[in-house]
């Protein structure tokens, strides 16, 4: 099975910061890589396909990048509405594992 | 609109079955593989199972083999989750999702397992 690592568990930002996250694959996933986006109470959104590709009705301000087994999620310009707990999923191979979840807080 | 709502959540004794079902809507649902992901109270998510279009290609968490099954109705636009003997460890909101992408999930239908 392919571990997916997120880094950090958790963060505290204020409004129009930047923000990234990392997620690491324990074995190269090329660019099989998904970013989803949870609010309390509410399911998962997906952010951004394929390593790098925004999901249509994203704001832009969300971007992706890396391939192999290292990625990030970057938030430019942080909004009070994405505090919220990211998660990673490589969907290179089953099972389609998540990452941890990383926390976004308000600073 | 695209939409997913699941059903069939409640409280089951440990041991016990449930059917979970997901409705679907808005696209055409004999185009994509779903999917099944859980979330247990305060934890983060956890892929359970997928299936392919045409059923062909099945595939569970190991945690999941031999208790829970996966099945489709295209014709009905529906997913289905039968879980059997139940345990407290599997006390979480079951989503569905579609697709590669998982996108669009569902609400969400929680399960509780305890006696």
């Known amino acids: 099975d392919i571990h997916m690592t997120q880094s950090p568990s958790s963060l505290s930002a204020s409004v129009g910061d930047r923000v990234t996250i990392t997620c690491r694959a324990s074995?190269?996933?090329?660019?099989?890589l998904n970013w989803y986006q949870q609010k309390p109470g509410k399911a998962p959104e997906l952010l951004i396909y394929?390593?790098?590709s925004l999901q249509s009705g994203v704001p832009s301000r969300f971007s992706g990048s890396g391939s192999g087994t290292d990625f990030t999620l970057t938030i430019s310009g942080l909004q009070r509405e994405d505090f919220a707990t990211y998660y990673c999923?490589?969907?290179?191979?089953?099972?389609?594992?998540f990452g941890q979840g990383t926390k976004v807080e308000i600073k | 609109e695209v939409q997913l709502v699941e059903s069939g959540g409640g409280l089951v004794k440990p041991g016990g079955s449930l059917r979970l079902s997901c409705a679907a809507s808005g696209f055409t649902f004999s185009d994509y593989s779903m999917n099944w992901v859980r979330q247990a109270p305060g934890k983060g998510l956890e892929w359970v199972s997928s299936?392919?279009?045409?059923?062909?290609?099945?595939y569970y968490a190991d945690s999941m083999k031999g208790r829970f099954t996966i099945s489709r109705d295209n014709a009905k636009k529906s997913l289905y989750l039968q879980m059997n003997s139940l345990r407290a460890e599997d006390t979480a909101v079951y989503y569905c999702?579609?697709?590669?992408?998982?996108?669009?999930w569902g609400q969400g239908t929680l399960v509780t397992v305890s006696s």
């Open positions: 074995q190269i996933i090329s660019t099989y």
């Open positions: 999702a579609r697709g590669d992408w998982f996108d669009p």
């Open positions: 299936i392919s279009i045409t059923s062909d290609y099945i």
């Open positions: 394929a390593a790098s």
């Open positions: 999923q490589q969907s290179y191979s089953n099972p389609r594992t």
